[in-house]
T-cell receptor, first 110, second 116 residues
Framework: GNSVTQMEGPVTLSEEAFLTINCTYTATGYPSLFWYVQYPGEGLQLLLKATKADDKGSNKGFEATYRKETTSFHLEKGSVQVSDSAVYFCALIETDKLIFGTGTRLQVFP | DGGITQSPKYLFRKEGQNVTLSCEQNLNHDAMYWYRQDPGQGLRLIYYSQIVNDFQKGDIAEGYSVSREKKESFPLTVTSAQKNPTAFYLC???????????????FGPGTRLTVL
């Protein structure tokens, strides 16, 4: 079946550092891909999405490119802030539901 | 404001008791979902519903039950048969796009259930 694999965390960075969180997927066809963010004690918020190969999703300085050759959808940000500290989930659509990765915790220190 | 509400935010129950978690949405979404999240883990799908009066089991439905009598509401009951119910429960909803399946899901703030 379809699946999503994320790098294990926590990822610990200093403010203004470059961020990459790896996400790879296994799927039949080319499903839509998503990044969600969860701040402490809250639900998930959609951060960005890409619906077809080579699409780039972007929001709040975060970017991810749908790469079918490497079946990847890595999340990047050029300069992280303390307020970016959260858990990030990569996900894909499978027919009628989302398949989530296990999440990657990001900790940003001043 | 449109959105998804879950209540209560914190819920305590004694072992052996059933408890119902509320989820309401005013986004006019067709589909609704319940997830369970354990510390340090991802989301696991409990039940989902794409239309009123119909729902399907997810990956971990045992010990849970749901109903979908109204489009706006999708309550989850955690029964005494659920052996390890302490967790964070998240409700979500999405549009069902004809011919393309579901669109992205929107999440509520969650309910933290603790069994004493």
């Amino acid at each position: 079946g379809n699946s999503v694999t994320q790098m294990e965390g926590p990822v610990t960075l200093s403010e203004e550092a470059f961020l990459t969180i790896n996400c790879t997927y296994t799927a039949t066809g080319y499903p839509s891909l998503f990044w969600y963010v969860q701040y402490p004690g809250e639900g998930l918020q959609l951060l960005l999405k890409a619906t077809k190969a080579d699409d780039k999703g972007s929001n709040k300085g975060f970017e991810a490119t749908y790469r079918k050759e490497t079946t990847s959808f890595h999340l990047e940000k050029g300069s992280v802030q303390v307020s970016d500290s959260a858990v990030y989930f990569c996900a894909l659509i499978e027919t009628d539901k989302l398949i989530f990765g296990t999440g990657t915790r990001l900790q940003v220190f001043p | 404001d449109g959105g998804i509400t879950q209540s209560p935010k914190y819920l305590f129950r004694k072992e052996g008791q059933n408890v119902t978690l509320s989820c309401e949405q005013n986004l006019n979404h067709d589909a609704m979902y319940w997830y369970r999240q354990d510390p340090g883990q991802g989301l696991r799908l409990i039940y989902y519903s794409q239309i009123v009066n119909d729902f399907q089991k997810g990956d971990i439905a045992e010990g849970y039950s749901v109903s979908r009598e109204k489009k706006e509401s999708f309550p989850l009951t955690v029964t005494s048969a659920q052996k390890n119910p302490t967790a964070f429960y998240l409700c979500a909803s999405s549009m069902v796009m004809s011919g393309t399946g579901i669109n992205e899901q929107f999440f509520g703030p969650g309910t933290r259930l603790t069994v004493l």
